[in-house]
C-alpha cells in the first residue's frame, strides 16, 4: 500500500512538473530549460551574430537584439505575445513571416514561448546588438561625387553657363517661336517674325532674344497666359480669362 502510495505521489509530481507554466516556474529556469535551447537550435542560424546573418535585421542571440527587432520593429512585447513578431513567426499564423523556414516548431514549444513572454521575456543574455552588414565608410562617402565642389569654373554673369548646351544654337524661326509660345502663349506674327529675324542675323540670337523678351514681358498676354497657371493654383476653375486671337 505504502509503494503503491508513494508511486502515485510521484507519478502527480511528474504531470504537474510537464504542465508548469512560465508563472510558477522560476524565470531565469523556464528561459534556459524551454526557451533558450529552441533559440540556439532553430533561430541562430539565421539571426546570430555568430552566423553572420541578420535576416530582416533581427538577432536573436541576445536580449538587446529582440529588444531593437529588426525592419519590423521590436520582435518580442514583454507581457503582450499576441503583438510579439516572434511568436507570430513560429506560430506560422499568416500574419507574419514564417520561422523558422524549415518547418513549424511543435505547438508545445509555440505555447513555452507564449507564457514566456507573457510571463515578462525574462532573459538573462547580456551584450551588445552588433552592426550587421557591411560597416557605414564615411571617408569613401565624403568623395561621392555630390559632395565634391565644382571643379570648372564658369561665368556666373548667365545660368546658361551652368547648362552649356551641346546643340547648335536654333533657328531664328524655331527661337522666335519657342519665345513667343513660352511667354504669351501665342506665335508670333509675321512682322515679329521678321522683325526677329533681322535682329538675330544682324546682331546675335542673344540679342534678338533680350530685345524681344522685355517687349513681351510687358504685354498683357503674358499676364493673361501666366494669371492662368495661378487661377488654377487656386482652383479658380470657374474663371474664364479672355483670350487675344492670333490674326
Sequence with gaps: MNKLLITIVALTNCFVS????????????????KIRPVLVKSCYRCHSAE???????????????????????PAIIP??????????????????????PDGRLSNQVVEDFRAWI?????????????????????????????????????????????????????????????LFLDLIGLPPTPEEHHEFARLYSQSSPEKAVQVFTDKLLTRKE??????????????YTHLTLPTTPYV
Design 18 to 33: 510537464v504542465f508548469v507554466s512560465a508563472d510558477d516556474a522560476d524565470p531565469l529556469e523556464f528561459f534556459e530549460s
Design 51 to 73: 552566423a553572420g546573418k541578420s535576416k530582416g535585421g533581427l538577432l536573436l542571440d541576445s536580449r538587446t537584439g529582440w529588444q531593437t527587432g529588426g525592419d519590423s520593429g
Design 79 to 100: 507581457f503582450n505575445p499576441e503583438e510579439s513578431l516572434v511568436l507570430l513567426a513560429i506560430n506560422q499564423s499568416g500574419e507574419s513571416s514564417e520561422m523558422p
Design 118 to 178: 507573457a510571463a515578462g521575456a525574462v532573459d538573462p543574455r547580456d551584450g551588445q546588438r552588433p552592426v550587421a552588414g557591411e560597416q557605414m565608410n564615411v571617408e569613401a562617402g565624403r568623395q561621392f561625387w555630390a559632395f565634391q565642389p565644382r571643379s570648372t569654373s564658369f561665368d556666373h554673369s548667365s545660368i546658361d553657363e551652368f547648362v552649356r548646351p551641346e546643340a547648335p544654337p536654333a533657328t531664328a524661326d524655331k527661337l522666335a517661336r519657342r
Design 222 to 235: 503674358f499676364g493673361e497666359k501666366w494669371a492662368r497657371h495661378w487661377m488654377d493654383a487656386v482652383s
